[in-house]
């Protein structure tokens, strides 16, 4: 699952490691977000939904996304 | 009036919380997490500290502990519950408040002296905060119903919201006026000793609701 923070939230986070580029020699990168990415096994894919709508995320702050490998 | 007080493994601030409540009201005691009772208070206090390590989000573990199922159930009830600081944080992942708790706008940990104006008297309080998580966000819509109910009840007065929360929000209620969370920390200003006894007007405005 990736959870990162919604669109047009202030993300400090993202701020600050954009801020943080220039002087490591990184130029032209922005709009940095920080988000997590939880990874787990699951017998029953069909609930992973409900797992991050109660759990993993907190849907008024943060967008998240499932992947299956 | 009795208060409990929850406390969760990663809860730092109940001693003093404790205190607070055993000077507000006639007596007061823990409520350990994993009580799905809470053993006839009139009032209960979820209070400050990094609740099961904070992990995921700050509240997020905390809002499954079977005290918190007690919690809610009292709280429909009508029965008085003030959320201080991460105990805010828990209330708002419990969908008890309206909203969510930020990282704060400069990504530092602040403990100092805050003034607060509550909304509606315009009365100041000075209180102490300390926190890496405050920063109040709802998002707009959710905001102007809040202030149109009257459920801001504290804001940082000016130069004092120093972790960027929206509309200056330090506290807000649900929409009965019985819960009530405050990033701020009224239990550490309860003695002269420490400069402010401002934070027991806290604990008076939710025994009023209480009465």
Redesign the interface.
């Known amino acids: 699952m990736l959870i990162r923070p919604k669109e047009g939230i202030l993300d400090p986070q993202g701020k600050a490691v954009e801020r943080a580029l220039p002087a490591l020699g990184f130029e032209g990168i922005g709009h940095v977000h920080v988000g997590r990415m939880v990874e787990l096994e699951a017998e029953d894919p069909e609930r992973l939904g409900e797992l991050c709508e109660k759990l993993l995320a907190n849907t008024l702050i943060e967008d998240y996304e499932i992947q299956t490998l | 009036m009795i208060w409990g007080v929850l406390q969760f493994p990663g809860s730092c601030d109940e001693r003093d919380a404790l205190n607070a409540c055993e000077l507000h009201g006639d007596g007061a005691r823990l409520v350990w997490h994993e009580s799905r009772e809470l053993d006839g208070v009139d009032g209960v206090v979820v209070p400050g500290g990094f609740s099961y390590g904070d992990y995921?989000?700050a509240g997020?573990i905390a809002r499954?502990s079977p005290a918190m199922e007690a919690v809610a159930e009292a709280a429909a009830g009508g029965m008085p519950v003030l959320g201080i600081c991460n105990g805010f944080q828990v209330l708002c992942?419990a969908g008890l408040l309206p909203?969510?708790l930020?990282?704060?706008?400069?990504?530092r940990f602040r403990c100092h002296q805050v003034e607060l104006i509550e909304e509606g008297s315009g009365e100041r309080l000075s209180i102490p905060a300390k926190h890496g998580e405050g920063?109040y966000?709802?998002?707009e819509e959710m905001l102007d119903r809040l202030e149109a109910n009257g459920q801001v009840a504290y804001r940082y007065a000016d130069g004092h919201n120093s972790n960027?929360s929206v509309r200056d929000i330090a506290g807000v209620t649900n929409e009965r006026g019985n819960v009530l969370g405050l990033m701020p920390h009224p239990e550490h200003a309860v003695d002269p000793l420490t400069g402010s006894t401002d934070g027991l007007r806290v604990f008076d405005r939710l025994a009023r609701v209480a009465a």
């Open positions: 995921l989000r997020a499954f992942e909203g969510a930020l990282r704060n706008v400069e990504l920063r966000y709802a998002p960027g």
